[in-house]
């Protein structure tokens, strides 16, 4: 599929067809306004597309220890996603806490940094068709990984879980874990390097970085993993008003699926996915 192909592909959906994704009512009932200058007429009259990135998400969004430059799944997407376009890429850090507002004020084109789906992040910004499928697990140090035999063993006033703000984490420790005391950790810090330090008993990590984690630092283990929770969609974000660049990116989505570029992808960093 060349670049034309997936240009008309965008264009066609936008002109009448029905979203793959589901939107809001805000969404819709701004649609005419973002029909009149839609991030996809910009960026081709620009030639680059900014990508929102954290920079701090192995193996999705990281710095390469050596040259310091972006690596990752998600960075690898931005750069074919702007070969496809036919324009640069531009990544824009952010922060997790700041994801969404960094849309809001237009400080970038798309999030390119393994965000999951959420019905609090749903409220204000739209989700592209899943690339993939995610779920969570406790991550805990080796030498205590034994006392946790269930999920009740983590949901209980005796263990302390740590979890990053303004992560999808932080929601499912609020709303799953409520009997546990909780450390919250704010961004460049992570929440496994307090479990490192003995700070916290354990985190709740995705099957994606824990793969990660888990061969990075010997003495981390994933706890649970026959009872994965919260199987929920990888997607890319995008602003809750522009539903021709949230079309396009849709159907590019789908392209690249039919492709095996994700397939490619995933074999290439090895990333543990949830088949559930």
Known sequence: ???????????????????????????????????????????????????????????????????????????????KLGADLGVKVEFVPTTWPTLISGLTANQYDIVTTGTSMSVARMKAAAFTIPWGRNAFLPLARKDAAAKFKTWDDINSPNTTVGFNLGTTMEQ????????????????????????????????ITSLVEGSQLVAEHPNLTMVLQDTPKNSIPLCFMSAIDDLIWLNFLNNWVVLRQASGFFDELNDKYKLVLHKG
Do not use: W
């Not at 592909?9 to 701004?30: F, R, T």
């Not at 839609?38 to 040259?67: A, E, H, W």
């Open 172 to 203: 499912f420790v609020t709303s799953e874990l409520p009997k546990a005391k909780v450390r919250r950790v704010e961004s460049p810090v992570r929440d496994f390097q307090e479990l490192l330090a003995g700070r916290v008993d354990a985190t």
């Open 1 to 79: 599929m060349d670049r034309r192909s997936l240009l008309t592909a965008g264009a066609g959906l936008a002109a009448g067809s029905a979203l793959v994704a589901a939107q809001s009512p805000q969404a819709l009932a701004q649609a005419p306004a973002a029909a009149g200058r839609s991030r996809l007429q910009t960026i081709q009259q620009n030639g680059v597309i900014r990508c929102g990135t954290t920079g701090d998400f192995n193996p999705m969004s990281f710095r390469d220890p050596q040259s310091r430059e972006l690596r990752g799944h998600q960075i690898d997407c931005a750069h």
